[in-house]
């Protein structure tokens, strides 16, 4: 059954689910007026995250699918991060007070490319907007390759509570078909300075079905990271999109693994990590059993965003910088993708929304069912559609992928209460997507034209 299912659903381009409704269902009618009344209703009381998105590499991973530029000049850095300041200070003054936060998360790109003063400079300038606390979790994205001693320390006396490393694959010959050389000495020199300098919470990254991979390499670059000791995993499918991201025509397509490949490289990485004490958490992640994803998930209290699976429940999340998405109660909003016009839009003293998408009741409905079924594997649709104020029957009547999902084996349905069987966990996107109603009208108008 196993081998069957990966044939029926495993070549399908589902969201991660990170956000719902996914970011194509974003539009420009939500703009930069909508944003300011958004920002003006958020309640005093209500805690919020923020997002700061610092698009630069040093030079370009061949399998990225992040909005970034590459650059080994200052300049182009010193400036977005000017504008990065008046966002800051545009956005802050909107609010009715100074948001109480408790999280923040810097991405990329490589942030640390701005350096130690100017990203403690950032940090700095954030804690005079907003309200900052002891328990404030502060996190941000990693190049091994290029941290230095003077950063770690930085990130430390900034409070920098948690670090996640890309590490992707140690496989040499992966490594030369992605441009990303980086040896395992490198990563441990990182994760020994980041230790030292008090950051308490150390993430790696992995990455299969990259180009030449195998079981085997994945089994080996796994095992030289365990060896590492990271509180926590994420691993990810590798998503070739070359029609997109157009740096990855120069990945050999000839060399990439079938879906049923995918999936053994997975289930073999997820092996070698149970094996070794972590806990599975949610689709893609794994943690120490005291970790705080894990004590979230036993408590039935984790949460999926734009960073993945999180403790984090804050309702208001605001991004800053280009591409960045934020979340309101309104719906979502996102940045000017390009560096270029985001800095016209700032530099003019106008927000920088591009887009964004204005939640309905429903919305919020089918998003609370997809984040339970992506965290726990389970979701009890009568409640939830109880608590939303709709019947249950909106959701699972004439739902034909539900249906198709369950007489596959891949779940369970009783009334409503939905139950992912164990050999069908790694289907959850697959899953998800029964609730999707955008993905479902989508499907349904390619069949009617087809």
């Known amino acids: ?15 991660r689910y990170t956000s719902y409704p996914t970011s194509p269902c974003f ?189 085997e390499s994945c089994i080996e670059t796994t095992k030289v990271a365990i060896q590492m000791r990271p509180d926590r995993f994420a691993v990810f499918g590798y998503a070739h999109v070359p029609s997109f991201k157009k740096h990855q025509r120069l990945i050999d397509e000839g060399a990439l693994a079938n879906a049923e490949s995918r999936v053994a490289q997975a289930e073999a990485i997820a092996e070698n990590l149970l094996a070794a004490g972590y806990r599975r958490i949610g689709l893609d992640h794994f943690a120490w059993p005291g970790d705080s994803l894990a004590v979230a998930q036993a408590n039935g209290q984790l949460h999926r965003n734009f960073q993945g699976y999180t403790t984090d429940a804050c309702e208001t999340l605001i991004g800053f910088g280009a591409s960045a998405i934020g979340r309101m109660a309104g719906g979502y909003v996102q940045n000017e993708a390009l560096p270029g016009h985001y800095a016209q839009r700032i530099a003019s003293g106008r927000f920088a929304i591009m887009k964004g998408y204005r939640l309905s009741a429903e919305d919020r409905l089918r998003a609370n069912v997809i984040e339970r079924l992506m ?61 999707d109603s955008y993905l479902l009208q989508s499907a349904r108008n390619y069949s009617k034209t087809a």
Not at 1 to 14: D, Q, T
Not at 125 to 150: G, K, N, V, Y
Not at 157 to 186: C, M, W, Y
Request: net charge negative; charged share 20%.
């Open 1 to 15: 059954m196993h081998s069957a299912l990966v044939v029926k659903y495993g070549e399908e381009r589902l969201p």
């Open 27 to 215: 539009s420009p009618d939500v703009d930069a007026s909508t944003y300011n009344d958004w920002l003006a209703a958020i309640p005093l009381e209500m805690p919020a995250s923020l997002y700061v998105h610092i698009p630069f590499c040093q030079s370009m991973c061949w399998y990225c699918g992040c909005h970034t530029t590459i650059t080994r000049r200052d300049r182009p850095i010193l400036d977005y991060l000017q504008m990065l300041r008046e966002e800051i200070c545009l956005v802050s003054a909107r609010t009715k007070a100074p948001l109480n936060i408790d999280h923040l998360h810097f991405g990329g790109g490589t942030p640390t490319i701005m350096g130690p003063k100017k990203m403690l400079g950032l940090i700095g300038l954030l804690r005079e907007h907003f309200s900052f606390t002891s328990s404030t979790q502060i996190a941000l994205e990693i190049d091994p390759r290029t941290l230095e001693q003077e950063m770690a320390a930085v990130l430390g006396e900034a409070g920098v509570h948690r670090a996640s490393l890309g590490v992707q694959s140690f496989d040499p010959v992966v490594q030369k078909a992605i441009n990303r050389t980086q040896s395992d000495e490198q990563t441990m020199q990182a994760v020994s300075r980041l230790r030292r300098a008090g950051v308490d919470s150390i993430n790696f990254d992995l990455i299969y079905g990259l180009p030449h991979q195998t079981v």
């Open 375 to 435: 965290c726990d594997f389970q979701v009890d649709i009568p409640a939830l559609a109880a608590e939303h104020g709709f019947d249950s029957g909106a959701l699972v009547d004439d739902n034909d992928r539900l249906t198709m999902l369950e007489s596959d084996g891949i779940l369970e349905n009783a009334g409503g209460v939905i139950r992912l069987r164990d050999e069908g966990r790694f289907l959850i996107r697959a899953v998800a997507a029964a609730f």
